[in-house]
T-cell receptor
Framework: AQKITQTQPGMFVQEKEAVTLDCTYDTSDPSYGLFWYKQPSSGEMIFLIYQGSYDQQNATEGRYSLNFQKARKSANLVISASQLGDSAMYFC???????????FGKGTRLHILP | EAGVTQFPSHSVIEKGQTVTLRCDPI?????LYWYRRVMGKEIKFLLHFVKESKQDESGMPNNRFLAERTGGTYSTLKVQPAELEDSGVYFC????????????????FGNGTRLTVT
């Protein structure tokens, strides 16, 4: 069975510091994709970053990077130089390509402190 | 392009009543998904349409939930009769058809419908 685990229900981080949000996954499919979404208090789901299982390099998108460790089945999100606007829920998600739906973890609520 | 839109944004109903949620996907997106998030829990998959066909409805909780996508455009999700445990935020998402390994097409989400059953 496929599964996404986010072990940090909540985190408090000082503004301008880097933050790492943990995500581990489980799938038997050799071909899969990993996603991170941000959900601010307004409720919308914002796509942040993607990592494919065959990608050789870690994905980066601006201040977001994905620390992909395939052998450990982890896909941690790193936010550099955190900002107050980064305060939100963050969801890790996975799509296995034999199974065309995306599954989500329980999320991590990130609080950036001024 | 217009994003995924959901209506209503909020709905408060009494136990036993019926509610219908609507989702308009991004134009041209053949894949349409429904998800639900109950407070404090993960976002749970409900079902997946490809055009007008139900590709996967393994996440539908029970027969009180009925989803349709007539004509392969917008979709509705009806809950009848609603129970207290149906409360949560219902998200709709869409994406392009023809996903292949390495395809990084994310799901595009609507803002959700917050359903409260009292």
């Amino acid at each position: 069975a496929q599964k996404i685990t986010q072990t940090q229900p909540g985190m408090f981080v000082q503004e301008k510091e880097a933050v790492t949000l943990d995500c581990t996954y489980d799938t038997s499919d050799p071909s899969y994709g990993l996603f991170w979404y941000k959900q601010p208090s307004s409720g919308e789901m914002i796509f942040l970053i993607y990592q494919g299982s065959y990608d050789q390099q870690n994905a980066t998108e601006g201040r977001y990077s994905l620390n992909f460790q395939k052998a450990r089945k982890s896909a941690n999100l790193v936010i550099s130089a955190s900002q107050l606007g980064d305060s939100a829920m963050y969801f890790c998600a996975m799509r296995a390509y034999r199974d065309d739906k995306i599954i989500f973890g329980k999320g991590t609520r990130l609080h950036i402190l001024p | 392009e217009a994003g995924v839109t959901q209506f209503p944004s909020h709905s408060v109903i009494e136990k036993g009543q019926t509610v219908t949620l609507r989702c308009d996907p991004i134009s041209g997106h053949d894949n349409l998904y429904w998800y639900r998030r109950v407070m404090g829990k993960e976002i749970k998959f409900l079902l997946h349409f490809v055009k007008e066909s139900k590709q996967d409805e393994s996440g539908m909780p029970n027969n009180r939930f009925l989803a349709e996508r007539t004509g392969g455009t917008y979709s509705t999700l009806k809950v009848q009769p609603a129970e207290l445990e149906d409360s949560g935020v219902y998200f709709c998402a869409s994406s392009h058809l023809g996903l292949t390994p390495g395809d990084n097409s994310p799901l595009h989400f609507g803002n959700g419908t917050r359903l409260t059953v009292t």
